[in-house]
Structures are given as structure tokens and as C-alpha cells.
């Protein structure tokens, strides 16, 4: 079904049957990849793979894993050629997986689980397991990206697995720290057209304050050894706080700029390393609010790379998981992100006993969480020779402004692109290849309904309109765009969308949608149902080496 709605009327989708709850749920890997039943006709010149993470395994020894982000990391691909479609998925074999299943416990601590020391030791080997400390977890659920030819599955810590995106096999696990000077990086990196990967990631800087790392992967070069092997530390931005980071999930960059967002969720390093030692704990338990600071933004210049001291950017508190795009104008950077008001965690939300209740609970639940909006905001880089009290913002396109106070900070306030009553516009996609870190007219996101996937939408942030695809009982992912060959226009191309619709003869399809309509060109349904996934990657068939890889 397509909808070109206004928001009032895209929000009113409700799930009575909760069918959404099984996309939380286990399934097997599969041995051999399966054919998919195509309906409708997919573009001839769409060869590839659509590679996607996300959790795959929900219980270890028969106890539910407790938070979304805990659940063991899984590979999905669905191979596009000629015409026809297959699909396959297998379990990656993290230390975190490996072990859960050969002990039947949870092994490694996850995000929201806590695990313990085996049950068969004695209270002093219990003690000093403790004691000890507990290892970071390697389940690599949240994301996949290439590095030169190599493909790596990622979630937030110091650890990557290396997969191989045809056969699916894990390869490699990689330890960044031994490459960089970061506790972790996030699962959002950006790509210049050269292949150059840039990431951000908390770090210690001077006088043991905790600090954030912006560093760089080089592309590969044939000859000279693997790209990650030559990594480097661009440049360190300061913390707020000395020994609470904040929460880091993705950041924005322009052609010249790096922009990172200081949010109010913190995690507080004391609380993180002496409730490890002594008890079980989860990542979770390490989150506290700042509810003073507020909001900061930084920025650092890219080529040469240095910390911009001097512009000091503040608003009021917002959760920031996702930036859509930032780019230069004039003499100002326009940051586009997805927003949700205050400073309560979000994440306190998405424990999975939370997203499986009954309809009516999600909704009551949904409500006492921040509101969710998607907001532009201008910073001025000419900032120095201005009055205080001024509005430094001259763009005529946009109601966001940026007003110098007395004590040299820049107070910004934001214009609303995108708001409805408990309707995120999140998992946000762009057309990379052309508008990444440049002006752009079009956003496609996964609509979160109460939290719960059921619509794609398309944002025009020129016009502010939007329009959306859902089918009842349907729950898509994350829209990846793939643009036309030779496209003129940004919004030619493609969307593909993994969509569950439990019940159904064949329960899950890769949804192919016009990108400019929203309209549907084809479905390839699998007779396998197909838990939630994150994030991923459109690759493109190597047999096509002169289409650009989005």
C-alpha cells in the first residue's frame, strides 16, 4: 500500500495482534541459501546483495536475553541476479556466541545482560572471575561496512569481525586497540569517494580526562599492506565531563567539517569499571543523565585537522542515536539529525520484556518516553566579529537560529523538519555517493510506531513533506537507497527494505520500492521468518565494476 500522507493520518497504523513481537524471536541459521518467490519485476540493472545485521539468537540456556541490543549477532544477505533472488543467514561466531552456546550460559556481558561467573566453580574462583573484571563483549550485531576489499561486521566496541560477504563465513576477529587509541568506535564510520573510512570513538586524553578520538583507515593500496594496519588518530575533541564520556552513536561530516554532538547521556567510568570488578553488571547500569549540560556541539576542521576551540555550540537536551547528513553553506554547517527531547535515555526503553507486551502496553510505555523529532540545526562559523544577542543565522531556507551570548557560546535552536505524536523517523538513509556531506533534498527513514517498525517514509527536507509505505501486519527495516545508473536526479533508485509479515504463506520479503514514489516495483518473499535487523549494506555484483558502490 502507499500512502502520501500527511502525519496525522500516517500515525494512526495500529498492531491489536502484536504481530510485531516476532521479530523477536530465535531462529536457525540456514545451511544453503534459499530461493525467494519474486512478484513484480526487479530492475535488470540491480545485481547484488543487501548485507544486514542484526540479533538472531534471544536465549542462552533457556533465559531470555533482556535489552535488543543483546541478542547474538546475525548475517543476512539476499543475492540479486538476473532477475531472481535467494537468501541466506548465519550466525557469526563471535567469542560472545561461541561461548553463550557451548556453555548454555551467557558468557560475555552484553548491553542489558549480565553474565556470571559458571555455576559449577566454587565461591572463590567466582570471587576472583569477579574480581577480574568482565570481558567486552565482541557480538557484533549493529552493523556491516566495508574497509578496502573487506568486509567487517561491527558493534561499539574495540572488537570487528572480519565476515566474508558471499559465503557469510566469519573470518577474523580484530582488536582496534591494537591499531588506535580508542576504547571503541561506533558502527556509523564515513567513507570519502577515495575509500578513506573516518570514525569517532572515547578515548583517554591528557591527565587521564576521557576525551573523543576522530580517526582515519586509509583506502587500500595494492601492495601495502592492510588498510586498517595504517589507521591514525585526525584529532581529539574534549570531553565535558572528565570521567563521563557521553554516549557516541554516529557523528556528522562535511567536505571540510567533522561534527560531533555531545548529548546528556553519560557513562560514568567509575560506576563502569568498580561495578564490573565486584557484581554483576551491564553496560546498561553505567548510563546516568546530565540533566544541566545540556546539549554541546563541536567542531574540528578536516584538512588540516584541529579541534575548533573557539566555537562553542550549546542547546537544550536531546538523545541523538543517528545524524541524516550535515553540509556547508556559505558560512554556515547545516546538521540534519534524529532527535528525541530530553535527557531520559532511550535505550531505557527497548528492553525486549518492554517491546513485546501487548499493543496497548507498548503505547503506554511509548508515552513516558522522549518524544522523537527530526531537527535541523545551523552553526555559524563567523562568529567572532558579531554582536551577543543577534541571530547569526542568514540562510533564508530555514527557521533554525544561532544567537552569541556574552560569555562567547553560540545558543542554537533548532527548526523542526519532521514531528508526530510517538512517530520517529529514524534509521535514516541518504543518497550517499552523490550527497553525503553536501546540500541534499531527500531522506528515507524506518518509521517507529511506539517503537515498533511499521513504515518506510521519504523526507523531503526542502519542502518538509513527507510521504510513507506501510502494509498492515507488515514491519519493515531500515530502506537502504540504491540509485539508477546514471541518474540525474538524487531520488532516482531504489529502496530495499526487509519486511516481516507474520502469519503470511511466505512470512518475510526484501521489499523493492520506487525511491521517488515510494511506489512498489517488486517483492522477493522467503517461506522463513526473519528477526529484527539494524543496519547494513548494499554491495553491489563484482561482475559490475563500473557501477559506484553507494
Keep these: 500500500m502507499y500512502l502520501c500522507a500527511s502525519i496525522v493520518s500516517i500515525s494512526s497504523l495500529q498492531h491489536p495482534a502484536a504481530g510485531y513481537r516476532k521479530i523477536f524471536e530465535t531462529v536457525e541459521e540456514l545451511e544453503e541459501p534459499i530461493p525467494a518467490t519474486v512478484l513484480g519485476l526487479i530492475p535488470s540493472w540491480l545485481k547484488g546483495s543487501v548485507l544486514r545485521m542484526g540479533p538472531g539468537l534471544f536465549k542462552v540456556g533457556g533465559e531470555p536475553l533482556n535489552h535488543l541490543f543483546d541478542g547474538q549477532a546475525m548475517i543476512h544477505k539476499f543475492d540479486l541476479q538476473n532477475g531472481g533472488v535467494t537468501y541466506h543467514r548465519r550466525f557469526i561466531r563471535t567469542d560472545a556466541y561461541v561461548r553463550a552456546v557451548t556453555e548454555n550460559r551467557v558468557v560475555i556481558t552484553e548491553f542489558g545482560t549480565a553474565a556470571y561467573p559458571d555455576p559449577c566453580r566454587n565461591i572463590f574462583s567466582r570471587f576472583f572471575t569477579y574480581f577480574r573484571g568482565i570481558e567486552v563483549t565482541d557480538n557484533c550485531m549493529v552493523n556491516i561496512y566495508p574497509v578496502g576489499e573487506d568486509f567487517y561486521a561491527v558493534t561499539e566496541t574495540n572488537f570487528i569481525t572480519k565476515v566474508d560477504p558471499d559465503s557469510l563465513e566469519t573470518l577474523e576477529k580484530v582488536d582496534l586497540c591494537k591499531y588506535l587509541s580508542v576504547n571503541g568506535v561506533t558502527a556509523h564510520p564515513h567513507t570519502d569517494p577515495d575509500g578513506t573510512v573516518y570514525n569517532i570513538g572515547n578515548c583517554f586524553g591528557k591527565n587521564m580526562s576521557l576525551a573523543y578520538n576522530i580517526v582515519k583507515i586509509p583506502p587500500a593500496q595494492e601492495g601495502e599492506g592492510e588498510p586498517l594496519e595504517k589507521s591514525q588518530v585526525v584529532v581529539q575533541l574534549p570531553s565535558s565531563e572528565r570521567l563521563k564520556p557521553s554516549y557516541v552513536h554516529s557523528f556528522g561530516m562535511t567536505e571540510n567539517h567533522f561534527v560531533f554532538v555531545e548529548q546528556p547521556v553519560k557513562i560514568n567510568l567509575l560506576k563502569f569499571l568498580s561495578a564490573w570488578s565486584f557484581r554483576g553488571a551491564t553496560y546498561m547500569d553505567c548510563f546516568?543523565?546530565?540533566?544541566?549540560?545540556?546539549?554541546?556541539?563541536?567542531?574540528?576542521?578536516?584538512?588540516?585537522?584541529?579541534?575548533?576551540?573557539?566555537?562553542?555550540?550549546?542547546?537544550?537536551?536531546?538523545?541523538?542515536?543517528?545524524?541524516?547528513?550535515?553540509?556547508?553553506?556559505?558560512?554556515?554547517?547545516?546538521?540534519?539529525?534524529?532527535?528525541?527531547?530530553?535527557?531520559?535515555?532511550?535505550?531505557?526503553?527497548?528492553?525486549?520484556?518492554?517491546?513485546?507486551?501487548?499493543?496497548?502496553?507498548?503505547?503506554?510505555?511509548?508515552?513516558r518516553a522522549p518524544q522523537p523529532e527530526v531537527r535541523r540545526y545551523v552553526l555559524p562559523l563567523d562568529i567572532h566579529k558579531e554582536e551577543p544577542g543577534k541571530n547569526l543565522v542568514s540562510l533564508s531556507y530555514t527557521t533554525a537560529t544561532a544567537v552569541l551570548h556574552t560569555d562567547g557560546t553560540v545558543w542554537l535552536?533548532?527548526?523542526?523538519?519532521?514531528?508526530?505524536?510517538?512517530?520517529?523517523?529514524?534509521?535514516?538513509?541518504?543518497?550517499?555517493?552523490?550527497?553525503?556531506?553536501?546540500?541534499?533534498?531527500?531522506?528515507?527513514?524506518?518509521?517507529?510506531?511506539?517503537?515498533?517498525?511499521?513504515?518506510?517514509?521519504?523526507?523531503?527536507?526542502?519542502?518538509?513533506?513527507?510521504?510513507?509505505?506501510?502494509?498492515?501486519?507488515?514491519?519493515?527495516?531500515?530502506?537502504?537507497?540504491?540509485?539508477?545508473?546514471?541518474?540525474?536526479?538524487e531520488d532516482d533508485g531504489v529502496l530495499l527494505s526487509i519486511v516481516v509479515k507474520p502469519g503470511a504463506e511466505r512470512p518475510a520479503f526484501l521489499l523493492l520500492l520506487d525511491a521517488v514514489e515510494l511506489t512498489e516495483l517488486a517483492r522477493a518473499e522467503v517461506d522463513a521468518v526473519i528477526p529484527v535487523t539494524l543496519h547494513g549494506v548494499y554491495r553491489p555484483a563484482t561482475s559490475d565494476p563500473d557501477r559506484e558502490d553507494p
Excluded at 309 to 317: L, N, P
Excluded at 331 to 360: M, P
Excluded at 438 to 461: E, M
Aim: glycine share 6%.
Design 288 to 367: 546516568e543523565s546530565n540533566q544541566s549540560m545540556g546539549t554541546w556541539f563541536h567542531l574540528a576542521s578536516k584538512d588540516p585537522a584541529g579541534y575548533m576551540s573557539s566555537h562553542k555550540f550549546r542547546t537544550s537536551a536531546f538523545n541523538i542515536f543517528h545524524h541524516i547528513n550535515a553540509y556547508e553553506d556559505d558560512s554556515f554547517i547545516v546538521v540534519d539529525l534524529c532527535t528525541w527531547k530530553g535527557f531520559d535515555f532511550v535505550y531505557n526503553y527497548l528492553y525486549l520484556a518492554n517491546l513485546k507486551q501487548e499493543w496497548e502496553e507498548v503505547k503506554k510505555a511509548a508515552l
Design 413 to 489: 535552536e533548532p527548526e523542526v523538519l519532521f514531528s508526530g505524536p510517538r512517530l520517529a523517523f529514524e534509521f535514516p538513509q541518504i543518497n550517499y555517493s552523490r550527497c553525503s556531506g553536501k546540500k541534499y533534498s531527500f531522506a528515507y527513514g524506518l518509521g517507529l510506531n511506539h517503537f515498533i517498525p511499521d513504515r518506510i517514509v521519504k523526507l523531503d527536507v526542502q519542502s518538509r513533506e513527507s510521504r510513507a509505505w506501510r502494509e498492515d501486519g507488515c514491519y519493515p527495516s531500515e530502506p537502504l537507497f540504491v540509485p539508477t545508473p546514471g541518474a540525474r536526479d
